[in-house]
């Protein structure tokens, strides 16, 4: 019995991370990913502290970006201490207050589009709010791409670069990112309380769809 136990002990070591390992034990690229119930704590906290981030709005891609690179780092098992979070925050707050405007303006928009094929006044209105909803869908995959690649250094602009070119080279990547701009609304809509844990998981998302198991990479979250 005490054998057996032994074995299962080294291997949930070998998975997460720490000792004592079995012989021959390679380091898991993402230990964070396997923390289970942890994990899932991380994930909520995360998403409290984004929202608390974002509350004066034109913060809010900052905060996301603070999110993401905040997860990043506890999946790496690295030190993810939150004042690295609140540092992400100050150092994408400038430009992400010119990203926050932007996304505001197109959406407004959309959703502007949207609510004047809702009156049925307009010609083509149901082609109209197609467009209006499937613009939304992508503004908001191009925003979730650019916060996965924000860093202190690149700035925002080489984010919005780097997202747009992830996107194209990973087109499944960009439906699952889709789906998680669906997730956040449709459980939004249905709670405005839950949008504070959605916020956390789609920061999850957009760490783990980027490393999803895929043929010939030995980096994934798998």
Not at 22 to 32: E, Q, S, T
Not at 145 to 155: E, I, L, M, S
Not at 186 to 214: E, F
Request: hydrophobic share 55%; charged share 10%.
């Amino acid at each position: 019995m005490s054998t057996r136990k032994q074995r299962r002990a080294a291997a949930r070591a070998d998975t997460e991370g720490f000792g004592p390992t079995r012989a021959g034990w390679v380091p898991h690229a993402w230990p964070g990913a396997h923390g289970g119930f942890t994990l899932w704590g991380e994930v909520l906290l995360t998403g409290i502290m984004i929202t608390l981030a974002a509350l004066p709005l034109v913060t809010a891609p900052a905060a996301a970006a603070a999110g993401v690179r905040h997860l990043t780092r506890y999946l790496r098992g690295e030190a993810s201490p939150w004042a690295e979070f609140w540092n992400d925050v100050r150092a994408g707050a400038l430009g992400g207050a010119a990203v926050a405007l932007v996304t505001a303006v197109i959406a407004t928009v959309l959703v502007v589009d949207i609510q004047l094929a809702g009156t049925g006044l307009l010609p083509g209105a149901t082609l109209i709010a197609v467009i209006g909803w499937l613009g939304i869908t992508a503004l908001a995959v191009v925003f979730m791409a650019a916060v996965g690649q924000w860093d202190p250094h690149g700035g925002w602009r080489n984010a919005a670069l780097r997202g747009l070119a992830q996107l194209r080279g990973d087109l499944g990547g960009a439906a699952y990112l889709a789906s998680t701009a669906g997730f956040v609304g449709v459980a939004t809509w249905a709670l405005p309380a839950l949008l504070v844990p959605a916020l956390g998981c789609a920061a999850l998302a957009i760490v783990a769809i980027p490393a999803r198991p895929r043929k010939g990479d030995p980096e994934s979250l798998a």
